[in-house]
């Protein structure tokens, strides 16, 4: 009788004087945790794992806002022209490493435009190499009537040589290969071009550019002469009152 009295399990009452659930049925634990507001059947999750949670979805936005963002600065109305691509080699101790060249043309449409060239072991990175250097290089070429070019010039970079020339409304961009990109990115409408020397795309780009280059205004000539756009547009035989018409439209 002693022996059943001992082996009998007393229940472990806490400070409070309340049973704990561990000591309980399953149904009485199962009611107490319904009683606290938990449910039995979800397994629980520690605070730590939810803040972490939360957290990792308010970085996850966060990135998407950036990337968002980066996409709008670079959708600022610059025009990209992919020229050229070529796969280029590098001889090393085990062999060769093969990489990709891209010769990339940006302009804003409005007398703006820059060339640039990268490399690396893929496409689109190379793509995104020359589109950066491009808008670092970016010149402002004077445009009539925002159109075509204000007078004819000459361009040279080793074996290329390029010759551009003005042209009237409706004659549209007379040019090949890799200088129609630089004058559709340029913003110009009406231009006759000949390429003579060498196809090579970097060497009739440079060529190109220098001829841009060599593109004055008839105001920025007036302003380092210190004379009036009206008296240099009359030395052509013009008469007076077109000469002002013209110098009025410039100056606007």
Request: hydrophobic share 35%; net charge positive.
């Amino acid at each position: 009788m002693m022996a059943d009295e001992n082996n009998e399990q007393t229940p472990v009452v806490d400070n409070a004087g309340e049973t704990p659930v561990a000591n309980l049925e399953p149904t009485e634990a199962a009611e107490s945790q319904s009683a606290e507001g938990g449910d039995p059947s979800e397994p629980r999750r520690g605070r730590g794992r939810g803040r972490g949670g939360e957290r990792g979805e308010g970085r996850g936005r966060g990135r998407g806002d950036r990337r968002d963002n980066r996409r709008e600065e670079e959708d600022d109305g610059i025009i990209e022209k992919l020229v050229h691509i070529n796969r280029v080699s590098k001889t090393v101790k085990g062999g060769k490493r093969f990489g990709f060249a891209a010769l990339v043309v940006v302009g804003d449409g409005s007398g703006r435009v820059g060339f640039g060239h990268g490399k690396a072991r893929e496409v689109p990175e190379a793509i995104t190499k020359a589109t950066a250097s491009a808008r670092k290089k970016m010149i402002r070429v004077p445009l009539k009537e925002g159109r075509t070019l204000h007078h004819d010039g000459n361009g040279r970079f080793g074996a290329g040589k390029v010759t551009v020339r003005s042209a009237p409304a409706g004659t549209g961009i007379i040019a090949g290969g890799p200088m129609r990109a630089v004058f559709e990115s340029l913003g110009v409408a009406d231009v006759v071009t000949k390429s003579v020397g060498t196809s090579n795309p970097y060497n009739m780009i440079r060529a190109t550019f220098d001829a841009l280059s060599n593109q004055t205004s008839p105001k920025s000539v007036a302003q380092r002469r210190g004379k009036k756009i009206a008296d240099l547009l009359g030395r052509g035989g013009a008469s007076a009152a077109e000469a002002e018409a013209d110098a009025a439209a410039m100056a606007e």
